[in-house]
């Protein structure tokens, strides 16, 4: 195990929600299953959230190179819907209200097992924040649905870009009152951490083996150059003195 | 009692602060009193409260009208801190940090004593968030320190707008992915109750007659025309079926 150095000063420890917080792939998979049986159709829900999640980077980075105009991420996911049901060839099954609580069900997704004791612990100590690409209200509803503790919110939407723009790290210290460097970035991802780090905050990464399946790769601690790199929350508030 | 027609499909409560959830005057006073003792000064801590307070919407007026470029609440607060000190004849007593500290009094004021256990019961049912023309970090603080549970916070500074302005109330509609109608502003006072109605939003107005203390007169139900007009958040709760 490295030995961190004490990072002085920090308040606001902010999250990263997809695959950091929530296991994504299971919430999406299970809910596509279900949306596409009570529609008459079958859908591999696994396959479906894989192809959907790697829409992901590339849908947000139209808006990033201002290819498109601004859209939240539950009108990107819904653009991405429309492309996959028709690729897999099940389209006219999904009408519009079953388009619509397809891309809801990324509002309510399991948070992983370590997440609703390591928050607790943290939030003692710390203004806990989520800091997600996620639009406002997805990230108000999976909070509440799941039980996460934060002591606000905040999403890329707020200042209409996404991560990893630096103007939605600075928008953070910006809100909270607090320099860039009082506030610890909390992701499990290395573009993310990057952006962080560029913007001037502080790291720490979560490594989440399983965020992309059994076939998928996750991003390991030894990819990434942080200034705390643990396996769960609860290392994490051991790391951060809670 | 007048009997309240029932409001369809209310998805959202956006809560006032100042005043509605947090009993200012008493914070502000005890926290004054105490900066100013450890300055080496006395000072009536509600009296200066109340001068401070009657700042309050005509320094948002001056933004409002654009008069003065758009400053969060905080610097708002210390632009009529600094002008009180001075009529109070105290100003050589409070250094930088002093009046830093005097500011900041406003984030950290005490719940009436029914917000916590009403807030309990109504989040169980709907959204809850702060809709305040105090800035973001303060209601964020705010909130943590008075263990206060909304699921998020939406402050003025979002949009760069005071209340009443409508842009205010439309934001909340807009961020929690709402209509304006199926969101109900609570709030002690009329002006805010007329900016959300004006906006379409519907209203609950909370009585809270020891708000500008024993000289001071607050806004009564029978000022005002309304959704719900209740005492406090444990009959709002029970209007609203929690």
Known sequence: ?????????????????????????????????????????????????????????????LVRRKEIPWMNLDALHRRSADDLLAEFRVGDAFDEPAR???????????????????????????????????????????????????????????????????EVYLMAAQMLDTKPEEIVMVAAHKWDIEGAKAAGLHSAFVERPKEKGPNGRADRISDVSVDIGVHDFLELAKELGC
């Open 1 to 61: 195990m490295p030995i961190y150095k004490p990072i002085p000063s920090v308040k606001v420890l902010a999250f990263d929600i997809f695959g950091t917080v929530v296991d994504w792939r299971s919430g999406v998979a299970s809910q596509v299953n279900q949306i596409a049986k009570e529609n008459g159709v079958h859908l591999d829900g696994g396959a479906f959230a894989d192809a959907w999640r790697s829409r992901y980077l590339p849908s947000m980075d």
């Open 100 to 166: 619509e609580e397809l891309v809801r069900s990324w509002h309510r997704l399991p948070p992983w097992e370590d997440v609703r004791e390591g928050l607790s612990r943290l939030r003692k100590r710390y203004i806990l924040t989520a800091l997600s690409n996620g639009g406002f209200a997805l990230l108000t509803h999976m909070a509440k649905e799941a039980g996460l503790p934060f002591d606000c919110i905040l999403s890329a939407e707020l200042c209409q870009h996404y991560k990893p723009d630096r």
